[in-house]
Nanobody, 122 residues
Framework: QVQLVESGGGLVQAGGSLRLSCAAS????????MGWFRQAPGKEREFVAG????????YYADSVKGRFTISRDNAKNTVYLRMSRLKPEDTAVYYC???????????????WGQGTQVTVSS
């Protein structure tokens, strides 16, 4: 059983940056497809970024491409999401997920963290 714990969320002004962390236990992040998703109030959970388990290929939603970067530190068993040039529309609860082959498909993930709130003020 893989446990995921997110951290790094908070309140930031538009144009600012944050780095989210997802620490894993009970499993090795390099063995799983890993993803970041977000859910804003009244909206469905949506894909943000993902990294494949085999070759480390990265994938991004169009809305964050060029602003967000997903990375993986195998030694720390942690996945990161570096977010820059943040916009108010990026405000959401951000979730880390593990265990997918279909990186961009929310229903394909087996394990989820509890989420961390990101609020971007205008």
């Amino acid at each position: 059983q893989v446990q995921l714990v997110e951290s790094g969320g908070g309140l930031v002004q538009a144009g600012g940056s944050l780095r989210l962390s997802c620490a894993a236990s009970g499993g090795t992040v390099s063995h799983y497809g890993m993803g970041w998703f977000r859910q804003a109030p009244g909206k469905e959970r949506e894909f943000v970024a993902g990294i494949s388990w085999n070759d480390g290929s990265t994938y991004y939603a169009d809305s964050v491409k060029g602003r967000f970067t997903i990375s993986r530190d195998n030694a720390k068993n942690t996945v990161y999401l570096r977010m820059s040039r943040l916009k108010p529309e990026d405000t959401a609860v951000y979730y880390c997920a593990a265990g997918s082959v279909k990186i961009m498909v929310v229903t394909s993930y087996a394990y989820w963290g509890q989420g961390t709130q990101v609020t971007v003020s205008s």
